[in-house]
């Protein structure tokens, strides 16, 4: 046996010519374990070092248990017989899906005490898990199911022998494990205060504990130091502390808080995920999960004063089945129990009563499958009694998932009801809840846990308050710390929350605590959180319970990877310790102080402390107020927190408000239902309307959107999802008219769509599919895409809930997966729990339950069964303790098929192989079919031959679906044509293809599953031309040639087919061959009906096949030309029509533009004027000489010039009138520059539609310009 040490080579560099000389004998059993050839010669080296195997012929040969090409993989299962020795996955990252099984009996120390160690640890939390077992199967006590990232620990088998078993499933893998073992030892040898004995530890005088590792106070240190420390002595056997320090051994000074692992005798077996409540001085404890093979005794009971254990007898002939992940609270002398997850797989509504005086139980209600009244189905979720009433908050439902109301449960009446809440919330499952009362009545802090958010599961930090009265839930600041299955308890004004998990699967590889020994605060009048200081590693734990005293609280069990049975005491700091204002006001170390009177007191949120008469005066805040520290988020929350409604809480910059929960927080906060907050008045004014119904998206599955009569469950493009009613109409709608217009771009005769597809009324849940709670089969299962089954526990659960149903491991292994058909069988049965359903000896070890019973016959029959090293749990008279095989497999395993026939080897070993298998089997173990048979021959079933009405010569193996080897053919006994293809083939007949005449058909066939086994196609064609010759063309294009043959068949002479054509090659080139149709031997026409056989056979995929018939008559020259010269005459026609037409349009064209420049130039400005005309020769005696005025301005765009026309007389030649014929007067421009006094007059450029009207006169200036002009002068 080699085993390899993570890190070190076991074959050294140095010493090449020992490993060969070591390694030389035990090659021969190395070999025969591995099952290669001996004949083959030892290769020098191999590319890659071989860790746990041998290099043989250039690769590694691993030894038993070990897989992998450098043989790095733990597999199978390993006896180790040594009296120490350590277990490794392997040097490296665990391979996916690992099973390894390891089997530690010393062969010399038997019934000697065994410890174990786990020396390094880190596999995925909740997934991956290292089981340990007490004895040599599965079927001793569980000791340990170890997930995550341990601390170093060590545990004791006292049978002496131990089972390990690793599973490992495909999604991360991480660094393993490396555990060491050792015999006749005691875990932690026993602390050097005891001896070992019977695997027990017998402590020294003085010393007490499992390992002996506390020391008490006897009869001999009474009044002395003893144990205790800093000063204290021993009272009454116990430590009786100084003044300044407290704990059971006065190891803390008592300004801060302590620890203490309460020592108990003859506890009870450890349990998580039960349910505990304080009765006086007494916890009771019922229910819970707990490893298999302990005795589980359920009340248990511990009083937390004479610190001892102590189990219930119940009476009475009903007793609930044993659960965990319920409730437990007192109302008046009873106690009453709800919900939970009973016989490991249903969760329950059951209520049930315990009377404590007459200690019997009484179910007060039973299950309920409506989902529209409570009680609903759950588990993981909190209660808490409210006067009469019990509230149950949240949990998880197998069919809607996790539950968002609030069921409550009257006492006096005995019916239930759901909260009257409008807020909208997301359930959570595992979380926590304390109750407590506040100025306007009691409520309910719920903190952390798993919720539904965001499309996926996530762990969330946010704590959410509960308003009784007003029925009202409010955002309180999250913690930063997200966490399950922790538990939180109030204590001294403060709520202390104790461990938890807080792994997320979710957050890829980023290190999360799988176990967490966190304890924080918060502190409820304060809103603020803070960490109290622990320095006990064993509080790592999660699934505990927690009760809280006056002053100290207590942690019951739990689970850390082995069931837990401890008791942990929590004493808080104690106030007293402080002298000062500023020291009690910084202690918080589980408690709440207050400084009052010159002395720092316990606060009591109850009290109303006196005020100072100075911070009165000043009109300060009151003391209890100012003893919180004044952090950002808390000044961001007494200024948010006073609005009461929205627009006022709008009107802070840093404020936002949450209508559901009407409640006003900063920014950065979240509202209870994750919304966005309204930060806008358009938002306010909205939101001012009756609250709206609770959001689809908050609903998670089919069953959740359901319930919503305003939703509805849609898929589209694949993602199911829950959506309003209105926008399902809309996409139905859209869908029809992209149907439409599929169905009118489609050339084929489709039915037309007129009217969406109905929706589903609200909360008919029968259009959901099964819950994976209902179904109970593991195929059923499988089918399912959201679906996990659990082999161990027969439950079909949501893949969202596995990791949290199963946080204790108690599924081993499990099956998902969304196949068909055989892959779900195969898949159930490698993962079968029922070990008879395993058919061969590998296949059953690797099931740590079950070993192979061998019949003895040499054949390798026998059947897979429970049992352990020693034998099976059933044993036959005639059992034979040879025939039992629990770590190895019998030789040769033939299946009953060949006898085992031993071998010599070239190195003088002996190989055990099998002979000539029978039975139409083959293989190496004869566990194959023969070709042409099918079935699964292992164990000695039979194979049977293939059922393919002649048309394959294969069939798979397994399912004996045929290999069709005709094209066409199909079903899974090639009895049926596809589409477009004719024939009979369950009477041996081949499936055609009909070929159009005149068209080319093109046949692509691929090397896949649909075509891969096809090696011919048939095909036929009926011409329907008379006297039209008929051509026949085809090619073969792929990795091979293939054969054609043709035949021809007529009602004109004999029906036997006349052949054509025989093996003619086909290939890329192709041929061609035309059957003239004046040929006496063809006749072709609808009265001949005469058809063409063809058939393409011996090729192989890939190949194209391109075939066609085509009636092509021959060519009339003369009807040729004469339609060529008619359409040519025809064209030439056409072209002058064209020309005339173009030439029509071109005139209409100018004049229509001559005519629009003759209105363009009559649309100018225009106007008359009067013109006085004096003699040329007749000016004024005196004073200026007037000059002449213009027509018209018209000035330019900047206004600083502008063109001036006059009027001009012309001369006349010395004559009174000029010459007849011609014009005494002219129009003459000149561009002038502009004068203040003309720009005066001259109005700006107008903007209204006149601007753009080039009719406008300046006559209306004229008279101004005028006017100007003589002021000027």
């Given at each position: 046996m080699l085993f390899v040490r993570r890190g070190i080579n076991p074959f050294p560099s140095q010493w090449p010519h020992i490993v060969f000389t070591s390694l030389l004998i035990p090659l021969l059993v190395i070999a025969n374990q591995a099952n290669f050839d001996l004949e083959k010669s030892l290769s020098t080296s191999c590319d890659r070092h071989c860790y746990n195997g041998v290099c043989l012929n250039g690769s590694c040969v691993c030894s038993k248990g070990w897989v992998g090409s450098q043989c790095d993989h733990c597999y199978g299962r390993i006896k180790v017989t040594e009296n120490h020795s350590h277990l490794i996955d392997g040097p490296l990252d665990y391979s996916p899906s690992s099973k390894c099984t390891w089997l530690i009996e010393s062969e010399k120390k038997v019934g000697a005490p065994l410890n174990i160690r786990l020396e390094n640890f880190q596999t995925e939390c909740g997934w991956d898990f290292v089981y340990i077992y007490d004895g040599d199967g599965v079927y001793g006590e569980q000791l340990a199911a170890f997930c995550g990232e341990?601390?170093?620990?060590?545990?004791?088998?006292?049978?002496?022998?131990?089972?390990?078993?690793?599973?490992?499933?495909?999604?991360?893998?991480?660094?393993?494990?490396?555990?060491?073992?050792?015999?006749?030892?005691?875990?932690?040898?026993?602390?050097?205060h005891g001896s070992c004995q019977n695997s027990q530890c017998v402590c020294d005088h003085g010393f007490t504990g499992d390992y002996c590792e506390v020391r008490v106070c006897t009869k001999e240190d009474e009044d002395k130091q003893g144990p205790?420390?800093?000063?204290?002595?021993?009272?009454?056997?116990?430590?009786?502390?100084?003044t300044s320090y407290h704990g059971d051994t006065c190891q803390m000074r008592n300004d801060r808080s302590v620890w203490d692992r309460i020592t108990t005798s003859k506890a009870p077996a450890g349990r998580a995920s039960h349910a505990s409540v304080l009765i006086d001085d007494v916890i009771w404890s019922i229910g819970g999960e707990h490893f298999s093979g302990v005795v589980f005794e359920d009340p248990v009971l511990f009083n937390i004063t004479s610190r001892s254990w102590k189990s219930v007898v119940v009476g009475g002939k009903v007793k609930?089945?044993?659960?965990?992940?319920?409730?437990?609270?007192?109302y008046k002398t009873k106690l009453f129990m709800y919900g939970g997850v009973i016989d490991r797989r249903n969760i329950t509504s059951e209520l049930w009563s315990f009377d404590l005086h007459t200690k019997?139980?009484?179910?007060?209600?039973?299950?309920?499958?409506?989902?529209?009244?409570p009680p609903l189905a759950v588990s993981g979720h909190t209660a808490h009694v409210i006067g009469s009433e019990m509230y149950v908050i949240f949990g998880y439902h197998p069919e809607i998932g996790f539950v968002h109301n609030i069921q409550i449960y009257n006492f006096e009446t005995g019916r239930w009801r759901f909260g009257n809440t409008k807020d909208q919330v997301y359930g959570r499952f595992r979380h926590t809840s304390v109750h407590y009362k506040m100025d306007s009545g009691d409520a309910i802090l719920v903190y952390g846990g798993t919720m539904w958010s965001n499309t996926q599961n996530n762990l969330t930090d946010s704590l959410m308050r509960y308003d009784i009265k007003h029925e009202k839930w409010a955002n309180l600041p999250p913690s930063g710390v997200q966490l399950f299955l922790h538990t939180a308890t109030i204590l001294n004004g403060l709520m202390i929350v104790v461990g938890g998990n807080g792994y997320n699967i979710s957050e890829s590889r980023t290190k999360q605590e799988c176990f967490s020994s966190m304890v924080q605060a918060y502190d409820i009048a304060c809103k603020q959180w803070f960490n109290i200081s622990s320095d006990a590693v064993q509080l790592r734990r999660y699934g505990h319970t927690a009760v809280a005293t006056n002053y100290e609280l207590y942690v019951i069990g739990g689970f850390n990877g082995k069931m837990l049975n401890d008791v942990w005491r929590f004493s808080a700091a104690e106030c007293s310790s402080a002298t000062r204002p500023e020291e009690c006001r910084s202690l918080i170390d589980g408690v709440k102080c207050i400084f009052t009177e010159r002395a720092c007191v316990r606060f009591d949120p109850f009290v109303s402390y006196k005020q100072s008469f100075l911070s009165f005066v000043k009109n300060e805040v009151?003391?209890?107020m100012s003893e919180c520290r004044n952090t950002a988020l808390r000044q961001a929350l007494q200024t948010c927190e006073d609005y009461t409604d929205c627009m006022s809480c709008i009107s802070e910059p840093a404020c936002g408000w949450c209508p559901s929960g009407d409640q006003c927080l900063p920014n950065e906060g979240e509202c209870v239902d994750g919304q966005m907050m309204h930060t806008t008045w358009e938002k306010c004014s909205a939101s001012r309307?009756?609250?709206p119904p609770r959001p689809c998206g908050m609903a998670n599955d089919c069953r959740s959107c359901k319930l919503l009569s305003h939703c509805n469950w849609y898929t589209a493009d694949g993602k199911p999802a829950c959506i309003p009613l209105e926008d399902e109409i809309l996409l139905r709608k859209e869908q029809l008219d992209?149907?439409?217009?599929?169905?009118?771009?489609?050339?084929?005769?489709?039915?037309?769509?007129t009217t969406p597809p109905p929706i589903p009324p609200g909360q008919n849940l029968s259009y959901c599919p099964l819950p994976c709670s209902s179904l109970y089969t593991c195929s059923e299962c499988l089918q399912e895409q959201k679906c996990m089954w659990c082999p161990s526990t027969?439950?079909?659960?949501?893949?969202?809930?596995?990791a949290l149903s199963f946080a204790y491991g108690q599924c081993p292994s499990w099956v998902a997966g969304h196949a068909h058909g055989f892959a779900f069988s195969k898949s159930c049965r490698i993962e079968s729990s029922n070990c008879s359903t395993h058919k061969t000896c590998a296949e059953c070890h690797l099931s740590p339950e079950c070993g192979w019973l061998d019949d003895g016959s040499r054949t390798g029959l026998g059947t897979c069964t429970r049992g352990s090293a020693r034998g099976p749990l059933e044993r036959s008279p005639d059992f034979q303790q040879h025939q039992w095989y629990f770590i190895d497999c019998p030789a040769c395993q033939c299946n009953g098929h060949s006898m085992c026939n031993e071998t010599r080897q070239t190195f003088g070993g002996v190989q055990e192989v099998c002979g000539e298998c029978q039975n139409n089997t083959m293989g190496k173990h004869c566990e194959i079919c023969a070709p042409g048979y099918h079935g699964d021959p292992r164990n000695g079933d039979n194979c049977s031959p293939c059922q393919c009405n002649g048309q394959a010569d294969t069939c798979d193996h397994i399912t004996g679906t045929c290999h069709c080897r005709t094209k066409g053919v199909s079903g899974a006994s090639c009895d049926r044509c596809d589409q477009k293809y004719y024939g009979q083939p369950k009477n041996g007949t081949p499936c055609y293809y009909e070929l159009s005449v005149d068209f080319i058909f093109t046949f692509k066939l691929k090397n896949e599953d649909k075509d891969k086994h096809a090696t011919e196609i048939y095909l036929f064609s009926i011409p329907h031309k008379k006297d039209t010759d008929v051509t026949f063309q085809i090619s073969c294009d792929g990795g091979s040639q293939a054969n054609v043959a043709l035949n021809i068949t007529s009602s004109l002479f004999e029906s036997t087919p006349r052949r054509m054509m025989l093996n003619t090659t086909c290939d890329a080139k192709g041929f061609r061959r035309v059957y003239v149709a004046s040929d006496p031997d063809y006749a072709y026409g609808t009265d001949a009906n005469t058809t063409f056989f063809v058939r393409v056979f011996n090729f192989t995929t890939p190949i194209t096949i391109q075939v066609s018939f085509a009636q092509s008559p021959p060519i009339n020259w003369v009807l040729f030309f004469v339609i060529f010269a008619a359409c040519f005459i025809v064209l030439l026609v056409v072209a002058g029509l064209l020309w005339m037409i173009k030439l029509r349009i071109e005139v209409y064209r100018r004049n229509q533009r001559r005519i629009d420049e003759i209105e363009h130039m009559a649309s100018r400005p225009f106007s008359s004027v009067k013109l006085e005309l004096t003699s040329p020769h007749c000016f004024p005696a005196s004073g200026p000489v007037q000059g002449p005025t213009p027509l018209s301005v018209e000035p330019c765009s900047n206004y600083k010039s502008g063109i001036f026309t006059l009027a001009v007389r012309l001369p006349t030649g010395g004559r009174a009138t000029t010459p007849n014929g011609t014009s005494g007067l002219a129009v003459a421009s000149a561009l002038c520059l502009l004068t203040p006094a003309q720009l005066g007059v001259l109005q700006a450029p107008d903007n209204s539609e006149n601007r753009n009207n080039r009719k406008t006169t300046l006559r209306s200036y004229i008279p101004f310009l005028r006017a100007r002009m003589n002021d000027t002068t």
């Open positions: 341990q601390e170093v620990q060590e545990l004791s088998a006292p049978s002496g022998k131990a089972l390990i078993y690793f599973f490992s499933d495909l999604a991360m893998n991480l660094s393993g494990f490396n555990i060491t073992y050792e015999f006749e030892r005691c875990p932690y040898n026993c602390n050097s205790c420390l800093h000063g204290g002595v021993c009272k009454d056997s116990r430590c009786s502390c100084a609930p089945g044993p659960r965990f992940d319920h409730t437990l609270v007192r019997e139980w009484t179910q007060e209600n039973g299950e309920n499958r409506n989902l529209t009244i009151p003391k209890s309307g009756p609250p992209r149907e439409l217009d599929r169905v009118a771009s489609s050339s084929l005769p489709l039915r037309l769509p027969s439950r079909c659960i949501n893949m969202e809930a596995y």
